[in-house]
């Protein structure tokens, strides 16, 4: 090569150099639904005019804000440009794009949408607690004792209900309510939604899965199919997530990247699970920041999001407990997300069984506590054979009464 160039933009850098650390985002293609990018000087106002100068990037899709700031000015970085023979070095900016939950959207996915009657009803509820007398007021107490809706429960354990008004009715609500199993639509008749995916974890928190995603990912055709058998020797992968992606990858197409977020999210389910059951001590106490760096420092909102939903509190702020409830309810959970990375498919219990360590008996009993049946009674056919589909509308077998404490 005869000539090197180095050009220098008029005004400042002529290049910018971006890359996302949860993957490449996965944004619409019209311009008005697309990404958005913006500049900011960091600290403006705050900071000497010579440190203002360093900009903030920003880029926002409908789901996810990104931020980041320039690389460090000890680094230099250049794109360059082949014309005519002649290599041209551009002067660009760095900018590492860290992906941030948008609060807005966290709040909308747990808001209550009233409709009409049930605003009257609201209303004229909230007139009679503040105005009515001592009988009108008795009388709005035990119609409303154990009336429940679904989408005003803010807690992960959230569980659907409706208007009841007889005791029996009530004692039904009761044992719904303690059903350790995710947020479920009893009345729902698709099995997607009968357990929602945005009440097990919201596509926001999703799409901070992307690195770990990457990591599961197998090409199509006979290289795939080859790696998913040497995984099978691996005693690192989980039988379930290797099931799991055995399930995609004989589909026969690219698999969507919010899928693959969520197979790494089960992976994580998983690992939790084995890891709990190791800790020693976990039902007096372990420290919140020691489960998340034995699960090998996950994205902070994925971490806190598994501790949150799967421990209790602890007398002290930076533990938690970890008690047979919070063991049966992550076994619930692990089902569940299968099923949904499977489509609602017939799930094999045998690898559930293997992974969690739990006899496939038992884990049966999980599958049919969740509201699933044998695929065989389901299905006919050989590839029934030991596995589970969830059925539709939900029904839940009474749960049996524990006779002993169980070990964490």
Not at 28 to 49: K, N, W
Not at 213 to 241: F, H, I, S
Not at 257 to 282: F, H, N, T
Request: net charge positive; hydrophobic share 35%; proline share 6%.
């Amino acid at each position: 090569m005869d000539d090197l160039m180095l050009r220098y933009a008029d005004g400042g850098h002529a290049a910018l150099v971006t890359r996302f650390s949860n993957g490449t985002p996965r944004v619409a293609t019209s311009r008005a639904a697309g990404l958005h990018f913006a500049f900011g000087d960091e600290g403006e106002g705050t900071l000497p005019t010579k440190t203002r100068k360093r900009r903030a990037l920003t880029a926002d899709t409908t789901k996810v804000h990104y931020r980041s700031t320039p690389a460090s000015a000890d680094s230099r970085y250049m794109v360059g440009a082949v014309t005519g023979g002649v290599l041209q070095l551009i002067d660009a900016e760095y900018y590492e794009m860290r992906p941030e939950v948008k609060a807005v959207e966290q709040i909308e996915t747990t808001k209550r949408a009233l409709d009409t009657r049930e605003q009257i009803m609201a209303a004229q509820a909230d007139l009679t607690a503040s105005f009515g007398g001592k009988a009108k007021k008795a009388k709005l107490s035990a119609a409303t004792q154990y009336r429940t809706d679904e989408d005003s429960i803010s807690t992960s354990h959230g569980l659907t209900a409706s208007t009841l008004t007889t005791a029996d009715a009530a004692s039904a609500a009761d044992k719904d309510a303690a059903r350790l199993v995710p947020p479920y639509n009893k009345s729902a008749t698709v099995p997607s939604e009968a357990y929602p995916l945005e009440k097990i974890i919201s596509r926001s928190e999703l799409s901070y899965l992307g690195p770990a995603a990457a990591l599961l990912e197998v090409p199509l055709g006979p290289a795939g199919a080859k790696r998913l058998a040497a995984w099978e020797q691996d005693p690192e992968y989980n039988r379930t997530t290797i099931a799991a992606m055995q399930h995609l990858h004989a589909q026969g197409a690219e698999v969507p990247a919010e899928k693959m977020q969520l197979v790494a999210y089960l992976d994580y389910l998983i690992r939790l699970y084995v890891l709990m059951k190791s800790l020693p001590g976990v039902r007096r106490g372990v420290y919140r920041d020691k489960i998340t760096k034995k699960l090998q420092s996950p994205p902070e909102v994925i971490g806190d999001r598994l501790v949150q939903t799967f421990t209790g509190p602890h007398e002290k702020d930076e533990k938690c407990i970890y008690e047979g409830r919070h063991k049966d309810l992550l076994t619930s959970y692990i089902l569940i997300t299968f099923l949904h990375v499977c489509d609602f498919n017939p799930v094999p219990v045998k690898c559930l069984s293997t992974d969690l360590g739990v006899p496939s008996p038992k884990m049966r009993e999980y599958c049919v506590y969740a509201g699933c049946k044998s695929a065989k009674s389901v299905t006919a056919g050989a590839g029934a054979v030991g596995k589970v589909k969830l059925t539709v509308p939900l029904t839940f077998p009474e749960r049996r009464k524990r006779t002993a404490p169980r070990n964490a």
